[in-house]
């Protein structure tokens, strides 16, 4: 079954430091992989998504993501964070189907220092 | 993007009455509805799927009886919590996609509505 890992339920960085959240999936076959950010009282907003192809891929907000096939691994990475980057992060990967479907991971939550 | 919005935000029922919450695509048809549950600090469970004038397709374990899904038109699905109790009080986060698939089609998500059973 497809799963989804977000081993870091908390991370903290300064304003200005880089970022790295970390997501590794369970799919047996080439996955859809998505980023989404939730801040409170808000939606999901989705950052990124990998479905083929060049496996660096950039998102909004100057977030950007690499699959790795070989580590299940599609890690979210910022060079600079600001302030208004604190919220929740999801990693999501797809189920294909008759209707595809979302599987979400834990999530991390991130808390930017001033 | 495009925009879903959920009504209502936050409700707060007694145990026992049923609650409706409602999800609209605001500029797009949304061929295909989502509807997930979020406990607090956990991930979103997907409860249910539905595609317009279809029945909806339930995940497993999912009480189809207390969660009705009703996704009659192509702007507008509904979650009904009937007879609901104190531990069905959770965040219920709508979303709408104009495709069934991924390919070509985005999935928009609504604010989410908090259901407190008292």
């Known amino acids: 079954a497809q799963s989804v890992t977000q081993p870091d339920i908390h991370i903290t960085v300064s304003e200005g430091a880089s970022l790295e959240l970390r997501c590794n999936y369970s799919y047996g076959a080439t996955p859809y992989l998505f980023w989404y950010v939730q801040s409170p009282g808000q939606g999901l907003q989705l950052l990124l998504k990998?479905?083929?192809?060049?496996?660096l891929v950039q998102g909004i907000k100057g977030f950007e993501a690499e699959f790795k096939r070989s580590q299940s691994s599609f890690n979210l990475r910022k060079p600079s964070v600001h302030w208004s980057d604190a919220a929740e992060y999801f990693c999501a990967v797809g189920a294909a189907g008759n209707t595809d479907k979302l599987i979400f991971g834990t999530g991390t939550r991130l808390q930017v220092f001033p | 993007g495009a925009v879903v919005s959920q009504h209502p935000s936050r409700v707060i029922c007694k145990s026992g009455t049923s609650v409706k919450i409602e999800c609209r695509s605001l500029?797009?048809?949304?061929?295909?509805m989502f509807w997930y549950r979020q406990f607090p600090k956990q991930s979103l469970m997907l409860m249910a799927t539905?595609?317009?004038?279809?029945?909806?397709?339930?995940e497993q374990g999912v009480e189809k009886d207390k969660f009705l899904i009703n996704h009659a038109s192509l702007t507008l699905s509904t979650l009904t919590v009937t007879s609901a109790h104190p531990e069905d009080s959770s965040f219920y986060i709508c979303?709408?996609?104009?495709?069934?698939?991924?390919?070509?089609?985005?999935?928009?998500f609504g604010q989410g509505t908090r259901l407190t059973v008292v």
């Open positions: 979303s709408a996609r104009d495709q069934q698939g991924f390919l070509g089609a985005e999935a928009f």
């Open positions: 539905s595609n317009e004038g279809s029945k909806a397709t339930y």
């Open positions: 500029d797009f048809q949304a061929t295909t």
């Open positions: 990998y479905f083929s192809g060049d496996t």
